[in-house]
């Protein structure tokens, strides 16, 4: 599964993208969060404030309880500013 | 049929030549609403607004706050192009057309498009200043969060 | 000082002249909305609207809806422009620009402005049809006097 | 004074406008619609719907009960329908 992110969570965790392979147990938006922060500092700093991120499956808006299991792009991002 | 153009680019665009379009021929267009959004100049002064997005996601989201509109409203046409990249102030950064019988049905899916678009579509400012340092990102506005709520006492938000 | 400038006139605008010069170098503007009213083709078909206006009191009305538009939402400047004479299907017969920083005061201004202007300034349409008969008057729309109900709520009426 | 007309209450009238004497009795404009409706039949058709004629002192929106006595021009016209 390819992961994206963008803006400042970008920024955070210092890459654009990355492929990551999941363990079985993670199975919603907000498990992947919780091993994500386990990895490394920019991770816990990119999420640091958990209800300000969203997050995205195949390109469509989802929610923390949104099951990843069959997503081949989850992207994660700070609330939008566009317009 | 209803005409929904949707556009994420890079290049600026002319209003003109989108209005032109979208009326081409037809005699049946009472009213035409165009809304451009620009770049700001800000204390301390900006040299450029970087625009980053989301490549797919954005033209999908945005086709989608188009067609929602398209329901909610006797149109005939939408016409929107957001750009991305770094964005000097007085430039454009977003176009929305909208064509209609009516002055009504014009006026409520722009802004309808407008406001959803804000808050959808996956686009995030930075600010460059003029001295070379690069600044932060522009955090949401709380008002853009309120002017959604206009839409709910008719009809149930998008998904 | 906000910029409000009105015409009426016989001959045809240039929305995109009258953006530039409403524009001019600012970089404060965030926020451009431009309405442009057009003659709808009709059944039976149409060879023109005929627009007969009052001199002197149309310019003096509209520039009154304008000045009231300034004093309410905080816009930069409002271009407003009426055409007299005939008009065939398909051509523009108002134009209303407003800047703003923001986009809910241009909105707002500028459908503010147009439901006033409808119902307050000297104009009247008269139909002439394509197989020579001169038609009759357009009558007003009980939907352009609801259209400044909601303006009732936040301020009084015009005097 | 003068008095002008527009839209279909000039054409039933069948005049763009015209000088008018006027009585000293004749004081707001509802009474000077009176008066206009007693001068002939073009004046009658014209304000048969009263109600729906709108009238305009020195060029600024008057009611019915304005007052006329200082006034220079005065109109008569149906419901507008610009824009």
Chains 1, 4 share one sequence.
């Not at chain 1, 990119?46 to 299991?69: V, W």
């Not at chain 2, 522009?138 to 206009?150: F, H, M, Q, S």
Request: charged share 25%.
């Amino acid at each position: 599964m390819k992961a994206v992110y963008f803006a400042w969570v970008r920024e955070r965790i210092g890459l654009a993208e990355e492929e990551l392979s999941l363990p079985e147990e993670v199975k919603t938006v907000s498990e992947l969060v919780d091993w994500l922060v386990a990895r490394g500092e920019g991770y816990a700093l990119a999420f640091e404030n958990r209800q300000s991120i969203r997050a995205a499956i195949d390109k469509r808006h989802a929610s923390a309880h949104s099951l990843i299991a069959s997503a081949r792009e989850i992207a994660f991002f700070p609330p939008m500013t566009g317009g | 049929m209803v005409a929904l153009k949707v556009s994420v680019q890079l290049e600026d665009f002319s209003a003109q030549e989108e209005e032109k379009c979208l009326l081409s021929d037809r005699r049946d267009i009472g009213a035409l609403i165009s809304f451009i959004g620009l770049c700001r100049d800000e204390e301390p002064p900006l040299s450029a607004l970087e625009l980053e997005h989301y490549p797919g996601m954005a033209e999908a989201e945005i086709a989608a706050v188009a067609k929602e509109a398209s329901l909610r409203w006797p149109i005939f046409g939408a016409t929107i192009i957001h750009r991305y990249g770094m964005i000097k102030p007085g430039a454009q950064i977003v176009l929305t057309l909208v064509a209609a019988a009516h002055r009504e049905a014009a006026f409520a899916s722009a802004q309808f498009i407008m406001d959803y678009l804000k808050t959808r579509a996956p686009f995030w400012k930075k600010r460059h200043f003029s001295d070379g340092t690069e600044g932060d990102w522009v955090a949401p506005k709380i008002e853009d969060d309120l002017a959604l709520d206009r839409w709910l006492e008719t009809k149930p938000p998008l998904p």
